[in-house]
């Protein structure tokens, strides 16, 4: 079975401070993606990588994909209080046709 | 363009009795999947479906819960009997299709409370 474990769990940190969450398995996946949820709303796409050692850059936020294609972390530079909410990662398997969602990372950004 | 609808957004039941959720995917998407979210947890996949045939149901407890994509467009998710570690958000989904790299559109989901 294919697991994706996200740390930390839980982050509050001030607004203007940096910081990185980890998403980790032992399974290789063809592509990972990053979601983030709102609350009361549906997890929505904020990228995804699909070559070993990838990384993508959208404004404040940096996405790394590990050489082995295993691994991922997000990194938020100057965090804001609208970066708040829940930070998923979503492995799709060899075949492409399975994604798996890890549990998140709760993210509060404190004014 | 409109995105992934569901309804009901919420709803409160019995423990034993019956629930349906329905979700409208987005048009001309193939695939369309069911998750399970219970609070503090991400996304479980219950059922995906490519056009109207399941692709995937291993982790949907066929003793109670059962879903249906006729025609490869709409979909309805039940339950019977509802058991109370069934409260959760059931998000609704779909994609272009199911191959690398494709984005997974969500609804905003219905919650549901047994009580």
């Known amino acids: 079975t294919q697991l994706l474990e996200q740390s930390p769990q839980f982050l509050s940190i001030q607004e203007g401070e940096n910081l990185t969450v980890y998403c980790n398995s032992s399974?290789?996946?063809?592509?990972l993606q990053w979601y983030r949820q709102e609350p009361g709303e549906g997890p929505v796409l904020l990228v995804t990588v699909v070559t070993g050692g990838e990384v993508k850059k959208l404004k404040r936020l940096t996405f790394q994909f590990g050489d082995a294609r295993k691994d991922s972390s997000l990194h938020i530079t100057a965090a804001q209080p609208g970066d708040t909410g829940l930070y998923l990662c979503?492995?799709?398997?060899?075949?492409?046709?399975?994604?798996?969602f890890g549990a998140g990372t709760r993210l509060f950004v404190k004014a | 363009e409109a995105g992934v609808a569901q309804s009901p957004r919420y709803k409160i039941i019995e423990k034993r009795q019956s629930v349906a959720f329905w979700c409208n995917p987005i048009s001309g998407h193939a695939t369309l999947y069911w998750y399970q979210q219970i609070l503090g947890q991400g996304p479980k996949l219950l059922i995906q479906f490519q056009n109207n045939g399941v692709v995937d149901d291993s982790q949907l407890p066929k003793d109670r819960f059962s879903a249906e994509r006729l025609k490869g467009v709409d979909s309805t998710l039940k339950i019977q009997p509802a058991k109370l570690e069934d409260s959760a958000v059931y998000l609704c989904?779909?994609?272009?299709?199911?191959?690398?790299?494709?984005?997974?559109?969500f609804g905003e989901g219905s919650w549901l409370t047994v009580v």
């Open positions: 979503a492995g799709q398997n060899t075949g492409g046709f399975k994604t798996i």
């Open positions: 989904a779909s994609s272009f299709s199911a191959g690398p790299g494709n984005t997974i559109y």
């Open positions: 399974s290789v996946f063809s592509s």
